[in-house]
Structures are given as C-alpha cells and as structure tokens.
C-alpha cells in the first residue's frame, strides 16, 4: 500500500495560483496511475487530473484544462499546479495512487478556498 502525503493547501484570493504537493512512498514499478481528486460539502469526490506514472501522459476534465497542471518528479512527490482559481475551485484535494496490483491509496486531503 502507497503512503501518500498531501500539502500547500490554503486560502486564495480567485485569480491566484497555489501548488499542491503529495508525497508518496511508491515507485514507478508499482504504480500505475496518479490523480488528483476534489470534493466539496455536498458533492461527489471528482478527479481533476491524473497521470499514468510510467509515460507521464496526463489527463484533465475540461472544468479545469488550462488551469491545472499535474505533474511527478523522481523524488517521490507529484504535484498539482492550480492557476486561475475560481471560487467554485473551493474543496478539499486529495491525491491518490492506483498500484498494478489495483490497490488504490488516497492521502489524508489539503483544504483549498478561493474567496476573496
């Protein structure tokens, strides 16, 4: 099981950028994907990007293409970059991690609100 680690949450005034960093234990032989998921009072958790860890190769839902870039490093941390943010961007963030085995982990979530 991947420990995961998530931080640089925060309030931001709409308009602002922030990046959100996930610290994880696993390695490229044992992960299959990583994704960036929100959920907000009264909603469904939603995936926001994600990125198969071998390729790099990333997706995006179109609420959030152009603004959010997600991204790994050899470090064992992958990243969320959210720029433009719109209030309705206000939600927890968690990160997740989906092993070959199919096990998926998710960390403990960093707060984001866009207010002004």
């Known amino acids: 099981q991947v420990q995961l680690v998530e931080s640089g949450g925060g309030l931001v005034q709409p308009g602002g950028s922030l990046r959100l960093s996930c610290a994880h234990s696993g390695t490229i032989l044992s992960i299959n994907t990583m994704g960036w998921y929100r959920q907000s009072p009264g909603k469904e958790r939603e995936l926001v990007a994600s990125?198969?860890?071998?390729?790099?190769?990333t997706t995006y839902p179109d609420s959030v293409k152009g603004r959010f870039t997600i991204s790994r490093d050899n470090a064992n941390r992958l990243y969320l970059q959210v720029n433009s943010l719109k209030p309705e961007d206000t939600a927890v963030y968690y990160c997740?991690?989906?092993?070959?085995?199919?096990?998926?982990?998710w960390g403990q979530g960093t707060q984001v609100t866009v207010s002004s």
């Open positions: 997740n991690a989906v092993e070959y085995s199919g096990w998926s982990s």
């Open positions: 990125i198969i860890f071998s390729s790099g190769r």
